[in-house]
Each structure stands twice: as C-alpha cells, then as structure tokens.
C-alpha cells in the first residue's frame, strides 16, 4: 500500500499456530468488514500446497476516509493489516484493537469443538459471499459474477446452521433472489434497481451472517 498525498501509513503483524491458512484469511476479513460502512475493493486467494490470501476494504477511522489492507502468508504463518488514514494516532489504535480481535478470535476458535469449527468456517465463508456480491454489483460486473456469490453464500449458510430450529430466514430470501435474477443475461451487469436492491439486501445478509458467527466469535 502506497501512502496517498496527506495519508500516514501504520501496519502490524501477528504470527498464528494453528494449521489453518484459509480460516485465519477469513477470521481477520470478518474482523474487519464486520465494522460499519466497510466496503471490499478488492481480494484475491491462492493456495496450491501453501495458502496466500489479500483482501482491500475502504472504510472510516475516527470519521476519516481510510483504507485497510490484510494479508495472510501461509509459509510463514502469519497475518499482516496495514492502514492508510489521515490520524496516525488514530490508525495506530485501530489496528491494535484489530489485531487484538483477531488474536482472540484465532483462540476461540480454536477452543470449539470440531462440528462447530465446521459450522464457523460455513459462515465465515458465507460473510465473504456477500462483501463480494456488494462489489460485484458496484464495479457492474456481469450477473453471472453475482449470482456465483449469492449461490455459494446461501449453500455455506445452509450448511452453518443446519441443526437449528425451524428454517433461517436467510436462506429463504437467498432463494427468491436467486429465482429472480436467474433468468435475466448473465453476461451483463444487472439493471440499476435491482441491483441497488441487492446490495442493499446483501447488507441484510451480511448482519444475519455476523450473528450466526457471533455464536462462536
């Protein structure tokens, strides 16, 4: 991350022990894109034998518009954040809470017994689904990209909270907007209502996933 003109730069590390790449990559996204306002720019996941995974956010510090960068290195075990944001100060104490909630989110779920780690990681998975609906939608990017998202957002919370009482509300409305876009073009980007719609509806999803995770985090 390239400081902008009148930004500060602030980044920090944390080492991790457990033997889950993927999993640390989305306990620090959820850690970051759970705050308000957050959005994903950009993101990107590579694992062969050794997982590699980034993701961009835009979002505010002490009321300031600023940018969040994560990065997981698998090879090292280990995850770095840095912040661009107009309060050095501010941005400091930012990503020391932030890692402080990473750190501590990494040891309860370590704690969880087995099923539930399985069920976390669904959600965990989940809330990636919709940051990226949200994204797709924003760059215009063609249905086919969104309805990918919502499809495999809405499969991952089926299976995060299978076992619960009664049917969560989140996969009803995951499939009635998958009935309603299907049929349109999949090579064009979405009509504007719609697609405003959407997004606002994946917000939606966003929360209810948040609260599925809060269960465990």
């Known amino acids: 991350m390239d400081a902008s003109e009148d930004m500060v730069q602030v980044s920090r590390k944390l080492n991790y022990s457990i033997d889950e790449s993927a999993t640390v990559f989305r306990i620090t996204w959820y850690s970051v894109a759970s705050k308000p306002n957050v959005i994903l720019d950009e993101y990107s996941e590579a694992e062969s034998q050794v997982f590699n995974g980034a993701a961009k956010f835009s979002l505010r510090i002490a009321g300031e518009k600023a940018r969040v960068n994560i990065s997981v290195d698998g090879a090292k075990s280990s995850v770095r954040v840095e912040a661009e ?22 040891s309860k779920y370590d704690s969880l017994p087995s099923d ?102």
């Open 85 to 106: 944001g107009k309060d050095e100060v501010a941005v400091g104490v930012f990503l020391d809470d932030l890692v402080g909630s990473v750190d501590d989110a990494l």
């Open 116 to 217: 539930d780690q399985a069920k976390l990681k669904r959600a965990l998975v989940a809330k990636t689904c919709w940051d990226r609906v949200v994204r797709e939608i924003l760059n215009k990017a063609p249905l086919n990209n969104v309805y990918v998202q919502v499809a495999h957002g809405r499969e991952m919370m089926i299976k995060a909270v299978e076992g619960d009482d009664g049917i969560h509300p989140l996969t009803l409305t995951t499939s009635g907007w998958l009935s309603k876009i299907e049929s349109l073009p999949r090579d064009e980007a979405l009509p504007g209502n719609i697609a405003s719609d959407l997004a606002k509806k994946s917000i939606e999803w966003k929360r209810e996933t948040q609260e599925v995770i809060g269960r465990y985090l």
